[in-house]
């Protein structure tokens, strides 16, 4: 691996996100939890970026940075989370032996990937610059798969009339 300014970017990146994701498991105070959430979901937006997808770095920072954790807030804020006594947990035989087979688990399927994939990649292919662009995504979102694109959009238009019918019911 060479140490350019990318590959740089890229292991800074992915340093924030995994700090970010175990500051957010480790944290009592949902908010916090949900702050670092946020700081997790824009490390992952920047990966992507240097990955040159910007379109998944849009969507990453739009639907859950944005939508889905003002969900979350809204949810944490909603259950009233106060009383952190409720919270706490006590470090039992079960949770111990758990911890234990998950990083068993984990460094095994690390050690598969590593294994897997060494040596396999060592260039780009020809047309890798212009995939993760939003032209290329749109141009095969509305010619090669515009029947499935305008099929989920009837089925989102019918949840939406769905909710909009159960929603009167409720209030009548």
Sequence with gaps: M???TENIM?????????GSAIMMVSRR????SAIFLIVNFF????IYLMLRSQFIAIIQV???AGAIMVLFLFVIMLLNLSSEKRLTETLSYKKLSAIILALLFFSSLSITAYFGFYGKFKQMGPNA????????????LYTTYSFPFELVS???LAAIVGAIVLAQKKFE
């Design 29 to 32: 105070s949902p908010i916090t």
């Design 62 to 64: 739009l639907v859950y």
């Design 43 to 46: 490390a992952i937006s920047g």
């Design 129 to 140: 610059e212009t995939l993760g662009t939003i032209e290329s995504v749109g141009r095969e």
């Design 2 to 4: 060479q140490w350019n």
């Design 10 to 18: 890229i292991l800074l990146f992915a340093i924030l996100a995994l």
């Design 154 to 156: 009837f089925v989102l």
